[in-house]
Every structure is written in structure tokens, then in C-alpha cells.
């Protein structure tokens, strides 16, 4: 907390309020419709030390200052429900924010903080029901998602599109492999045959 210096706690009641804890006490709660999905973040919004709470629910993200105000802008509708997210990215390390959200009909998109998608994106979908969010790696300074299904474990470009790596049957990656970056160029993973591959990223 900016204001005290002392850490709290932001949490949603069994009646769906939003609420912030300091210490055991609660500091306020406001009603709210909606079940969050999974995921709350701070960011430095305004670039000025102060953190805000920023979260999804439905197919919104909203933005809640620690006095428990929305912040001008948002809601911002991404058109899609949001089955888990968001998780928030600094890429550049100057308060511009992207968020990764994973929608209900199992694809996984990119936005800024106005609800607009990268140009370069291309999507990340999946037939198989995707179990979390991706995980960011970097490997030779380069970014990638690794994405766990309920069958197997991809990895994707940082734009997103098609995955780098199609396993069949048995070389499949397992959904719980490591993911370990061994050099500038590969990873390596654990197979469904039990053997450890060594996978490059191009």
C-alpha cells in the first residue's frame, strides 16, 4: 500500500464483494456481480508509484485503485469471456502493460490495457482443452509460450500462431515436462516414451 507502506491483501467475499484486507482488518469492500477469473495483478497504471488492482471477470477487465474506485476507462470489454486471466507483462519495462487472457472457447489472446491486440499477434488456439496460462521463456534474448493442454505441452512464438514444435504419439511433450532452456537456440523436455529431447526454437 502506497499510502501506509504495509502489505495487504485484495480479495473477493463469498457474497462477491471486492475487499481489501490490512492486517486482519478490513480496510473497505464495494459490491460486485461477478466471479473473478482466477488472477489479480498490480500495476503502476499511471506510471507514478502507486499501484492499482487489475483483474478480469466476465469478459472485462477492470482496473480498481487502493481507495477501491475504478479507474476512468475501464471496464474494458475484450468481446470474449475470460475463462482464466489476466497475467500482465512489462515487456518494455516503462509501465505499457499487454495482458494474456485465456478465453472460454480455448484461445488464448494478447491486448494493451485498452482492449486492443498487438498487430503482430496471431492467436494461440488449441483443440484440446488448455489447462493455464502460457508460461513467457526466453531463449538467445528471444521470447516464447509454452502452453500445457490436457494432452501435451507446445510451445509457440512470441506473436503467437502455430506451435514450433508437432510431436506425434509418443514424442509428444508431457503436459508437466520442464522446459529447460540448456542454449541460445534450444530447450529441452521430457517426452511421453520417457526420453528427453532437445527441441530448437527458430
Known amino acids: 500500500n502506497s499510502g501506509t507502506g504495509k502489505m495487504n491483501e485484495f480479495y473477493q467475499n463469498d457474497h462477491l ?34 499501484l492499482q488492482f487489475l483483474f478480469g471477470a466476465g469478459s472485462k ?3 480498481l485503485d487502493r481507495l477501491g474506485r475504478f479507474v476512468n476507462g475501464f471496464p474494458v470489454e475484450l468481446g470474449k469471456k475470460i475463462l482464466l486471466g489476466p497475467d500482465v507483462y512489462d515487456f518494455n519495462g516503462i509501465n505499457k502493460y499487454n495482458v494474456i487472457v485465456l478465453h472460454d472457447d480455448k484461445t488464448i489472446e ?20 488448455i489447462k493455464s496460462l502460457p508460461e513467457r521463456i526466453i531463449v538467445g534474448g528471444k521470447s516464447f509460450w509454452v502452453v500445457r493442454t490436457s494432452v501435451q505441452t507446445q510451445i509457440y512464438p512470441f506473436t503467437g ?14 503436459p508437466d515436462s520442464e522446459v529447460k532452456v540448456i542454449d541460445i537456440t534450444s530447450v529441452e523436455v521430457e517426452c511421453y516414451d520417457g526420453k528427453r529431447r532437445t527441441v530448437k526454437l527458430k
Not at 490495457?113 to 492467436?123: A, L, R, T, V, Y
Open 110 to 129: 494478447m491486448y494493451n490495457m485498452k482492449g486492443q491486440k498487438p498487430e503482430s499477434w496471431k492467436g494461440i488456439s488449441s483443440a484440446e482443452t
Open 61 to 63: 477487465l477492470y482496473l
Open 161 to 174: 500462431g502455430e506451435p514450433l514444435v508437432d510431436f506425434e504419439k509418443d514424442k509428444k511433450i508431457r
Open 17 to 50: 464483494s471486492l475487499c481489501l484486507r490490512q492486517e486482519g482488518k478490513d480496510l473497505w469492500g464495494i459490491p460486485f456481480k461477478d466471479r473473478i477469473c482466477g488472477t489479480v495483478h498490480t500495476v503502476d497504471y499511471f506510471a507514478n508509484g502507486k
